[in-house]
């Protein structure tokens, strides 16, 4: 079985540019999360999608990032413009077959952003 | 403010020896927990659970203790391996909201 895969891994702009992640689930996994993962912390769920519906943006700074999964499988995650603040691995994650995230989350290796 | 603490940033263990991971949390309503392992370049990898209902769980040399009077788990790695050597992260959920809470993370280091 494949696992999650994310592109691209790494990626360095300067501040006030766009960036965008990819995330292809594990196939048949219904329910994706983006993560912010900053240095020395813990992921942070930005947005968590089930099917192609949002269930959860509370935390996404909406005023610059956005996502959409289309077709209910593939997912892209924005940031426009970028702040240096944003610098943080984005994790991707799925997970089969329900909404509840005590289902097992199978992440993705991540993108590691890097804001100059 | 965070609701899931892991105050040791890292722990070091001689290989054979028992790991103890601890993680404290102040939310009393979360009643599902989960570690996650995760190596460097690579997302976390979910290792066990455990419910609010129980206050023991295990899993081969994975036991994870739930003290809900004190809002505190702990993780055991018994004996510890050098492949073991790994970021363990505790996570909380409170399952009628259904959103993950991660703790900081723990770095484990064990050295053969």
């Known amino acids: 079985e494949a696992g999650v895969a994310q592109s691209p891994r790494y990626k360095i702009i300067e501040k006030r540019q766009s960036v965008a992640f990819w995330c292809n689930p594990i196939?048949?996994?219904?329910?994706l999360y983006w993560y912010q993962q900053i240095l020395g912390q813990g992921p942070k769920l930005l947005i968590q999608?089930?099917?192609?519906?949002?269930?959860?943006d509370s935390q996404l700074p909406k005023d610059r990032f956005s996502a959409e999964r289309l077709k209910g499988v593939d997912s892209t995650l924005k940031i426009q413009p970028a702040k240096l603040e944003d610098s943080a691995v984005y994790l991707c994650?799925?997970?089969?077959?329900?909404?509840?995230?005590?289902?097992?989350?199978?992440f993705g290796p991540g993108t590691r952003l890097t804001v100059l | 403010d965070q609701q899931v603490k892991q105050n040791s940033p890292s722990l070091s263990v001689q290989e054979g020896r028992i790991s103890i991971l601890n993680c404290d949390y102040t939310n009393s309503m979360f009643d599902y927990f989960l570690w996650y392992k995760k190596y460097p370049a690579e997302g976390p990898t979910f290792l066990i659970s455990?419910?609010?209902?129980?206050d023991k769980n295990e899993d081969g040399r994975f036991t994870v203790f739930l003290n809900k009077s004190a809002k505190h788990l702990s993780l055991h790695i018994v004996p510890s391996q050098p492949g073991d050597s790994a970021v363990y992260f505790c996570?909380?959920?409170?399952?009628?909201?259904?959103?993950?809470?991660f703790g900081p993370g723990t770095s484990l280091s064990v050295i053969p």
């Open positions: 196939s048949g996994h219904a329910t």
């Open positions: 994650a799925s997970s089969f077959p329900g909404t509840l995230s005590t289902d097992t989350q199978y």
């Open positions: 996570a909380a959920v409170e399952t009628s909201y259904d959103k993950v809470i």
């Open positions: 455990i419910s609010s209902i129980k």
């Open positions: 999608f089930q099917n192609n519906g949002v269930v959860d």
